[in-house]
């Protein structure tokens, strides 16, 4: 553990002669050997939220209740850019091994006396009634008593949460135990289950751990609305039905991040920070991405015709746009989120639109940058990913490469977007003092500037007002 982190753990010792004990996610993160642990979970007897108060005080920290009837407490402690937090509970039941068998999985039912760690140092003192510290070692959740699902069915996708963030596997049993209980996802709020679902969508390999959710039958309840893609394989390429498509999609999100460095080294950097921006808690924008990724097919069904056995889509890109906003407000997402993964969805054949022989034009790439705006990075990711996922089942000669295209907008949109929308050679008041009055026609005139700045036939402001002037 952080030398600074058992610096605090002691002062808080000297605040009570109770038995005080590190429980649950610390000590599992202990055991897998992980230093820099940010979360620790603090149980004692009785009287712990008194006891966070003061300790909040003396360590310069803010104190609040996360849970005021169960007297579950928060102790956060900044510093700088970073926080620790410090949960703290009261035993729920006699003792810390009748505390221990209500939590969820082995893992997470560990105790560790910390008045003996920070004396040795050491795991030693390791409270361990349901052999967590096996299933560590072995990669294994396994859930403490079956009913332990019933006690809170968020359980059931946190299952796949701790298999997606700690790279672990379910055990055969408990996978069992949540199949039979899949429906009972249902239940808890649609805030809770968000959560869980985009702290998968966080991490890699979004498309396997997508999988799992499926083949627990969890998927089918979280988001219904993909279940008239299973089984749907229309034209020769769909060899998958559509929803295989769609996990496939989601795994090669990963695939061409990893090779941006490749590809596209002098945008790569700016790519990866800008795909750690959030659009709201938990959810920054590599797994909004991922999330488009899932939805990004979910109208071909409603759109399939089939004229003489030339098989289309017809607008599915504009129906499902449309339709993920209900998926969205459903699960109580942001509007920023719901913002972006409609776009998303609603702009993800551009690229292969664009994608013609002799590149894009400089007009077709600003005006797709311009209806993308701050998501034209996704919308390339989407769109490549979208095309790996094709690739698998189409004749070499029939795939179209977009690795070209994409790195001709991403230089365009670094180069030239980005600059011509932060610094505009001209405004609306501009257009004003030429006695143009605002309208539809006032708009069209300013995008046109910076269409115009973006492509370099106007390179100033003079030039700029030069153009104008020909307008009146």
Do not use: W
Request: aromatic share 8%; net charge neutral; charged share 25%.
């Amino acid at each position: 553990m952080n030398p600074s982190t058992r610096t605090l753990l002691s002062q808080l010792l000297t605040l009570s002669s109770q038995d005080v004990y590190l429980v649950g996610g610390s000590v599992r993160d202990l055991v897998i050997g992980r230093n820099d642990i940010k979360d620790i979970d603090v149980l004692m007897p009785a009287g712990s939220e008194a006891i966070a108060r003061v300790f909040a005080g003396r360590i310069g920290g803010s104190f609040f209740f996360l849970d005021e009837t169960r007297k579950i407490s928060r102790v956060v402690k900044r510093n700088g850019h970073e926080s620790l937090h410090f949960d703290f509970t009261n035993f729920e039941g006699p003792d810390v091994q009748t505390d221990l068998g209500r939590r969820d999985f082995t893992i997470n039912a560990m105790a560790l006396d910390l008045r003996e760690f920070i004396a040795r140092g050491s795991l030693g003192g390791l409270i361990d009634p349901f052999h967590g510290m096996r299933d560590v070692h072995d990669k294994l959740i396994r859930v403490t008593r079956p009913d332990v699902l019933d006690d809170d069915p968020l359980r059931l996708i946190r299952a796949v949460r701790f298999c997606a963030t700690l790279g672990f596997a379910i055990e055969d049993l408990t996978s069992e135990h949540i199949r039979q209980r899949a429906k009972r996802i249902a239940g808890p709020s649609p805030e809770r289950v968000r959560d869980e679902l985009f702290l998968i969508l966080s991490e890699k390999q979004a498309g396997k751990n997508l999988l799992l959710l499926d083949s627990l039958g969890l998927l089918p309840v979280i988001l219904p609305e993909l279940e008239p893609l299973r089984g749907f394989t229309p034209g020769m390429y769909h060899v998958h039905d559509v929803l295989t498509h769609s996990f496939k999609t989601a795994g090669y999100i990963d695939t061409v991040l990893d090779e941006l460095g490749d590809f596209f080294p002098a945008y790569a950097g700016s790519v990866r920070t800008h795909l750690e921006e959030h659009l709201e808690p938990l959810v920054p924008r590599i797994a909004a991405s991922r999330f488009a990724s899932l939805l990004h097919d979910m109208a071909k069904p409603d759109t399939f015709t089939n004229a003489d056995g030339h098989i289309r889509f017809y607008g599915h890109d504009n129906l499902g746009s449309e339709k993920c906003q209900f998926v969205c407000r459903r699960l109580r997402l942001s509007r920023n989120t719901e913002a972006l993964v409609s776009r998303l969805i609603k702009f993800h054949m551009r690229l292969f639109n664009l994608s013609t022989p002799g590149g894009p034009s400089r007009n077709a790439m600003y005006r797709y940058c311009r209806d993308l705006g701050d998501a034209l990075p996704e919308s390339l990711l989407l769109a490549q990913a979208d095309a790996r996922a094709t690739s698998e089942i189409m004749p070499k000669e029939k795939f179209m490469d977009t690795r070209k295209s994409m790195a001709s907008v991403l230089e365009y949109y670094y180069t030239k977007f980005l600059k011509a929308e932060a610094a505009p050679l001209v405004t609306g008041n501009d257009l004003i003092r030429l006695g143009l009055a605002p309208g539809p026609r006032f708009r069209e005139i300013l995008e046109e500037m910076k269409e115009r700045q973006a492509e370099g036939v106007v390179r100033n402001r003079q030039e700029a007002l030069a153009y104008l002037e020909q307008l009146k």
